[in-house]
């Protein structure tokens, strides 16, 4: 499956690494905002010795037209800002690129623009696209189906410099129902992230923890993810839409 | 809904505590094979003060049909040993009285008596009844289905003197396909009972984990069967039975 | 070592339990403001068969000195309230039989009583007289001291029903000078007492975490006290006082 | 501080890292087995911007005595392989420049070798150079110390490739006089390392857990150390003898 990366950050570094080190997965180009790695490729970067092309491109100097038609993709990645889309969106959905957006957060208009490109292709977005906390709300939010009445509490310890409550703990809360008081913020020297779910029941505890070692975890999820868009028709998908065929699956 | 409770042991006293004071549920009588309390109730001897008539027999002196015809139940409740299905089963299947086990451990023979007595009531068997480890084995399940190369390993942690690997780890090796190698036993001082399935992805953790407080745990995951098992068929279920509608309702 | 023991509530029960359980220890009486179970026996209430005579008195009905006259004792264990002190303190002190209170809260009046007494006796004090929450205090104070810059956060977890911070956070932030914004309080079913201390370095992270699993911990803390006060000068002791020469003799 | 760094691999890399970005110690220069880097520094190699010279120089192309002559410092940082002590060891003793090593292995010649360099000047080793690992080992044993009889058990985490039992859990249960049989070896996706070292009493627990974010924890400790080494007079030191006065301190 080709791929093209959308966003060369921190985020989109670690991404092209996974995707680099997969071999169901090539990463055609890489395609940023700034213009001081062009002309160099992400292999160099990253330091991988690979097969892939993964040649990086800036925005202001590339016509997406032409760069498509001299070397498609199946998917598009995008780990960049919310704007992009902008520019990207329509070009690769009429040509029925898939498009998997790991954007942390749309504004209205542009998840109005998703909807409609979802109807000439494969369209997915998720604001943390990891398995392990996609799966963590959705195995959360079961068992808040089972009890309703359950206490819960989340707690999320991330490094002492991160602002605010995470995205992540807010979604948490939003998926099941609860206030921010019930949000629990340690912010403590280095701490990559951990986020704890604790249901408390009269006689036992169950806690769901969700602990990040690295980006890294993002790239497995936007591959996950590509590989499960694979047969679907048009539309618009997120990661709950993902994980629940897996359930009838289930043994 | 009107309970009678089979075993009067620390499990069923803590059993029988959650019943009594719990409105929807009122405990008939209790029967055991000790003659010790009989003639006390178990409001009595747990210090209740209710409206449930909750009066103890005694196996030997008691003869069940005579006890029903008096005073029947919706459901029975069994938290004694193995064989007390021989001789409960076949009267109250007859009277479509549901039958809900908590027996650890059955032979053939009495799996083989639950399946003939669910064509005439509704049977229901878990070895562990508790809420929270069936949901942390339907839970466990659906993320090995989702990551079947996932790494997974068990830490279970209990008390000194308890011998073994615990049941309900041995359980969850089975549901997962692991080996006992994976079950890490950890015995020290008090612990009442720990069980910590780890998925371990490459860049991220997941940790599902179930702590008891006391054995009261098992009387409201009985409850919670008895209320779900309350529109069903005749036939013979399993928690994983009762857990799954909740997922189609799943918002 | 003979003990007497002042207060027959939750705690104290608990503390009975474990004292009449210990071999080195006997309950010699226990006085109690209630007069509701006087003339039974601990023994009897608790279900215990031993040879400590444990005598159940109230306070209204009671000369102390009388009973101390025909039944002296080694030490009182304190789990009362904070006025006890005033009835009994002189009279064992004069005796120069060991005070051992848990009382969680005293004023500046009674605090100058214990002094006072202290030139009499041994006299001990602890707000939480459990082995674990001292160390605790003890161990994360030290760590405080080698990295004082270390970003430290709490997290205390108990039973839905449990109003406030706990006390035991309370202290834990005062002797590692924290601010009640450091304290995150996870209120949840019928967690019984759990705390957490979390020291984040840049690179790495250290947790001290303290279970409660019954209050029977409250008796052996007692205990654990009474052995190491026993060839005490005259003087007014706490918990750290207790654990500071075990650093010594550390190997 | 000037510090001379031996050994530029993962663990080096990380160490010059942190010395680099610390401002009151300067990375004079870095010694290694390896060519490859020669005449760069390692500034260049990490992409930091600092004032510390940091050359990297290769031992066969290296007189170390001209080195120092022209280049001396405060104090070497050893985090390359056993023998290298055989080649600096003299040199810098006699010159009376600290010894900080952090091998994870000395052979008994070795250890001798320490010993007799440390008549000339401080020579410091400790296989696992962490201060969160150390104070572990240091608080752990002080509790064993105040309870001798307490259920001890050790669970230690690591990514799946890593073999056999961590050293860090080896020392622990050393040190504490454990079974290998009470360390719980998990190994499953990409754990960095977790060690938890867990205190069963009767009535509570206590758990002393310490996690690794990242191998610049070995250069936070080294300089650590190398601060504490400041006034100690000659002598074979290890990380105990560190932490030891920290405790007289202790308010």
């Known amino acids: 499956m080709k791929i093209g990366l959308i966003g060369f950050g ?8 996974v995707i680099l080190q997969h071999k169901d997965f090539s990463l055609e180009w890489v395609l940023r905002k700034s213009g001081t790695l062009e002309h160099s490729t992400a292999k160099e970067v990253l330091g991988i010795s690979v097969a ?5 491109y800036s925005e202001q100097n590339t016509d997406l037209e032409e760069l498509l038609s001299k070397n498609t993709v199946d998917a598009i990645i995008d780990f960049s800002t919310a704007e992009s889309i902008y520019s990207y969106g ?22 109005k623009l998703l909807k409609e490109l979802s109807s000439d292709t494969v369209v997915f977005w998720s604001p943390n696209i ?10 959360a939010s079961l068992l808040k189906n089972i009890a309703p ?22 979604k948490i809360a939003e998926t099941l129902d609860l206030n921010t008081s019930n949000i629990n913020s340690v912010r403590a020297g280095g701490i990559v992230g951990k986020h704890e779910v ?16 690295s980006r890294e975890a993002f790239g497995n999820g936007a591959l996950f993810v590509a590989e499960n868009l694979d047969k679907k028709k048009n539309g618009l998908y997120n990661f709950e839409d993902i994980l629940r ?6 043994s």
């Open 10 to 17: 921190k985020a989109g570094k670690a991404v092209a690494n």
């Open 52 to 56: 892939d092309p993964a040649m990086i």
């Open 90 to 111: 329509r070009i690769v959905s009429k040509r029925n690129i898939k498009i998997i957006s790991a954007i942390s957060h749309y504004e209205e208009n542009e998840k």
């Open 130 to 139: 990891t398995l392990g906390v996609n799966y963590l709300l959705f195995a």
């Open 149 to 170: 009445n359950v206490d819960i509490e989340v707690i999320e310890e991330h490094f002492k410099a991160k602002p605010g409550i995470s995205g992540t703990a807010v």
């Open 198 to 213: 604790i249901f408390g029941f009269p006689y036992q505890t169950v806690r769901l923890v969700h602990e990040s070692i």
């Open 245 to 250: 065929p897996y359930f009838f699956n289930q």
